[in-house]
């Protein structure tokens, strides 16, 4: 019965053999002044226009984590010479879903390595309102790579900017700071 269901493609979940977590902040490099995190991706579920991702990690001995839902085939947004192209600006193509205390310990864990004071939870949902692609090819995630984003966050006094990369190829999400001014607005934001 499974080989059928296999066949005929009712179960389209994938996820990734090597599950087992790792400290968020262990990929990161001090040094430069960012506090970046790295989140194991633990499913993949493919829609027809998106995948949906869970992504979790440890932070200090307890579990973090996160959905994000992406859109598939999303335009290049740099051209093979290396200019920026318009194409690549895409609106409402990044959200993020809370998957409940994961998620919570997720916004504390940011909110001690921004210097950020927060004690609400994460938002139930955040759409990024506009994401560029830093690709120079279409981001078609049903194929391992290294996929990267810019996500712009509108907001009414300023419009905070985080780094998406979708490591496939490692099964990693990373989110990088944009620049630390954006800190307490991000937190915002994802706490609405």
Do not use: W
Request: glycine share 6%.
């Amino acid at each position: 019965m499974g080989f059928i269901a296999s066949l005929f493609g009712c179960n389209s979940e994938k996820t990734p053999q090597h599950t087992k977590l790792e400290e968020i902040t262990l990929r990161a490099d001090p040094s430069e002044g960012f506090s970046d995190i790295y989140l194991k991706i633990i499913s993949d579920k493919p829609t027809d226009s998106t995948h949906i991702y869970v992504a979790k990690g440890l932070y200090h001995g307890k579990t973090v984590g996160i959905q994000v839902e992406v859109k598939s085939n999303m335009p290049a947004g740099i051209t093979q010479n290396g200019e920026i192209s318009n194409a690549g600006f895409i609106y409402d193509a990044v959200t993020f879903f809370s998957i409940g205390e994961e998620s919570n310990e997720l916004i504390k864990a940011l909110g001690t390595l921004y210097s950020v004071n927060t004690s609400r939870p994460f938002a139930s949902q955040v759409t990024a309102t506009t994401v560029f692609s830093l690709n120079k090819n279409i981001s078609n995630l049903n194929t391992a790579g290294n996929y990267k984003f810019k996500l712009f966050f509108d907001t009414e006094a300023d419009v905070p900017e985080i780094y998406l990369n979708l490591n496939l190829t490692e099964g990693i999400i990373e989110i990088l700071e944009k620049d630390q001014e954006y800190r307490k607005p991000i937190i915002d934001v994802l706490t609405k």
